[in-house]
Every structure is written in C-alpha cells, then in structure tokens.
C-alpha cells in the first residue's frame, strides 16, 4: 500500500526536534502557522503525528489528503 500525503497546519512553531522525528516532510513556517506535508503511510501513522502535534499544546488548524496530482512525490 502506497503512502498518501496529507497537509497538516497547527497554530504556533513546531520544534526542529519534533519536525526531524517526520521523515521526508516539507515545512512552510507562516507568522502564527505551520504547515507540514508529506507521505503517511496508514491512518495509525497519521493519527500517531496528530497525537504528537497536539501533546505538544499546538492546536490542529487542518488536516487534508493532497491529491495525487499535487503530491509531495
């Protein structure tokens, strides 16, 4: 099963350390958002880096699966 990209945003900043524990993820830092994107390989790996962005206090803006055609890839 291939892995499907997903843009998740948060409010806030979110830490080097925490973004090196997402592999191949873009990061577009804007004044009060982060925007991460990047393959996820199965609802338990997605739910996994929702748990962490939000037990980190930052609050989930949006959560949306890039279409193919606009993918990561």
């Known amino acids: 099963m291939a892995a499907l990209d997903y843009e998740i ?3 806030g900043l979110v830490p080097a350390t925490v973004l090196a524990e997402f592999e191949c993820v873009d990061v577009v830092v804007h004044p ?27 609050e989930l803006v949006a959560v949306h699966q ?7 890839r």
């Open 9 to 11: 945003t948060v409010t």
């Open 32 to 58: 009060t958002v982060t925007v991460l994107r990047g393959p996820v390989i199965d609802q338990s790996a997605l739910h996994g880096i929702l748990d962490r962005l939000q037990g980190m206090d930052l």
């Open 66 to 72: 890039v279409p193919e055609d606009r993918g990561h």
